[in-house]
């Protein structure tokens, strides 16, 4: 199987040589500074792997770069992978995340536009205000010295059955469903309840990833406006459902309040209007606002409008306290910005802009892609809520809870993904009464590697680095950091871990286990780690 990005090889290779040569020594340190990590996990996994076969990390006696790829952010953590499989994660430039967010780390900017297609994209510097391409990072790509492979053959269903039944046998994992699938062929190379359906807890947002990078697309912006209405001046602040919309003075690259305000206060000036009657729109949804669990410092009311998912204080992640109405807020944050522009406006009420109105100014989102990793990395479920309304907006459903589900489900069935007895009810994966099997979460994953679906890559790239990024920051430190990157779910009782790892012998395996009825969720946690770390060790052919 080959990348199709991938193809011209013969042209670049000069230039991947360099860069290579350019990284070399950073990595050999990285190798060195991961190998007692590695070794530790194989040792804490030895007891299982010798009812299989005795195994052992394998290191060269000589660190070569396209041994290893960049596997975090600035620590430059690599992976021991003799080669890279066709369906690896790789962006349209054959670079992973982890080594866009280290070139961020240094202060690179530039570079291309990654997994967006230059046609048809509008993310370029040539649009006002909006973002610049990501950063790009020199390339650290396997293979370099040729097209020859040594990567071996899949692992057998009798040595990891050998290997991981013990584990997953944790009582403290109560009741359990697992699955493994080599990515390059699509087949599943163990399972145990694979296809019995249970609660998913936040590993849901793959699913919600797949279904809005296939439907929206990877390109895909959302957009917030403010629009004059004519002869009344009433100045409507048009959400367009995008969560990642701040008012913070630093926007980070994305959309910004600030420069909405900056704008429309400038498009005021020029028309000589220094008075407006302020409202904002937020009928782009519909439905309920707050999720089923109610109230919750773990997800805002869901608005079309909101400015920094609604948080009060200057947190980007994680839970806290959320204000009772997002929309508002932000319009009355809005107004203050028009006002420090010598702008007065009212105390601003809903309303609806009408086709008759004249947009002033806008800013977009970053593209989808983003929104899904950040999703990913930090499992935010403001994002995961508004990615389900926008799939179902797009899709001539209602933008709502249950709209937003049943789109979901039906960009799956149309990518023809195994759907038996799947439910869904949000998009986040904090409703308990959400279903999924672990043959869906793996076939969610084989499918983002599929390079006939460049557009789901981002589902890939996304995923947490166990010991670096997001929910997996502080897991993995005592083996396989690095190495396992992996979606996490927890609600009470539940407890599950889905993503990819590539094995001693260089196969890129997609793994998902489920645990129901757990009783101690950092015991749960643990056996989930040890089970994903035991199959990073594993040479298992």
């Known amino acids: 199987m080959v990348v199709p990005e991938l193809r011209p090889w013969r042209a670049a290779r000069p230039h991947m040589v360099r860069a290579a040569n350019a990284v070399r020594p950073r990595l050999a340190r990285a190798a060195q500074a991961v190998r007692p990590k590695l070794e530790r996990a194989a040792a804490a996994a030895k007891p299982q792997l010798t009812r299989v076969r005795p195994t052992r990390i394998r290191w060269p006696k000589t660190v070569r770069t396209w041994q290893y790829t960049a596997g975090a952010a600035t620590a430059g953590v690599t992976l021991a992978v003799a080669v890279a499989t066709a369906a690896g994660p790789w962006d349209s430039t054959g670079q992973r995340t982890a080594e866009t967010d280290r070139a961020a780390a240094l202060d690179r900017t530039g570079g291309a536009d990654h997994g967006r297609n230059p046609d048809t994209s509008d993310s370029g510097d040539a649009t006002a205000g909006g973002p610049r391409p990501a950063p790009s990072a020199a390339s650290v790509l396997t293979g370099l010295g040729g097209a020859t492979s040594t990567v071996k053959s899949a692992p057998t269903g009798t040595a990891l059955s050998g290997l991981l039944g013990p584990l997953l046998e944790d009582a403290a994992l109560g009741t359990h469903t697992a699955a493994v699938v080599d990515v390059a062929t699509g087949r599943r190379l163990y399972g145990t309840g694979a296809d019995t359906a249970l609660t ?33 001046k009433e100045l409507v602040l048009v959400g367009g459902g995008d969560p990642t919309l701040t008012a913070h003075k630093d926007a980070e690259g994305w959309a910004s ?60 992640s994680g839970p806290v306290e959320r204000v009772t109405d997002p929309a508002a807020d932000a319009a009355r944050t809005f107004g203050s910005f028009l006002e420090a522009h010598g702008i007065r406006t009212t105390s601003p009420g809903p309303s609806k802009a009408t086709t008759r109105a004249e947009n002033l100014a806008a800013v977009s989102s970053p593209p989808v892609s983003s929104l899904v990793e950040r ?25 709502s809870f249950d709209g937003g589900a049943s789109a979901i489900a039906g960009a799956l069935k149309k990518l023809e993904l195994p759907l038996k007895g799947a439910q869904f009810h949000d998009g986040s994966g904090l409703d308990r009464d959400d279903r999924l099997t672990a043959d869906l979460l793996t076939a969610l994953l084989v499918k983002a590697g599929d390079p006939a679906h460049p557009e789901l890559r981002p589902v890939l790239t996304g995923l947490p680095v166990a010991g670096f990024t997001g929910t997996l920051t502080s897991r993995y430190t005592g083996g396989a950091a690095g190495v396992v990157r992996a979606k996490t779910g927890t609600l009470t009782g539940v407890n599950t ?9 260089g196969r890129l395996l997609a793994f998902a286990f489920l645990a129901s009825n757990t009783t101690n969720p950092l015991e749960a946690q643990s056996a989930l780690d040890r089970t994903a770390t035991a199959l990073a060790a594993c040479g298992c052919t």
């Open 200 to 232: 998913p807890a936040s590993v849901t947002k793959i699913a919600t990833a797949v279904a809005a990078l296939s439907t929206l697309g990877a390109d895909h912006r959302l957009t917030t406006r403010a629009a004059l209405e004519p002869d009344t």
């Open 257 to 316: 309040l600030r420069d909405l305000a900056d704008r429309t206060a400038a498009a005021l000036k020029k028309r000589g209007i220094k008075q407006v009657t302020l409202s904002y729109d937020t009928t782009l949804y519909t439905g309920p606002d707050l999720h089923p669990i109610g109230v919750n410092g773990n997800l805002a009311p869901v608005s079309a409008l909101m400015a920094d998912e609604g948080r009060t204080d200057d947190s980007t």
């Open 375 to 399: 999703m990913l990395t930090n499992s935010d479920n403001d994002i995961a809520e508004a990615l389900a309304r926008q799939t179902a907006a797009a899709t001539g459903q209602r933008a």
């Open 497 to 505: 871990l889905a993503g990819t790892v590539v094995d001693q012998d």
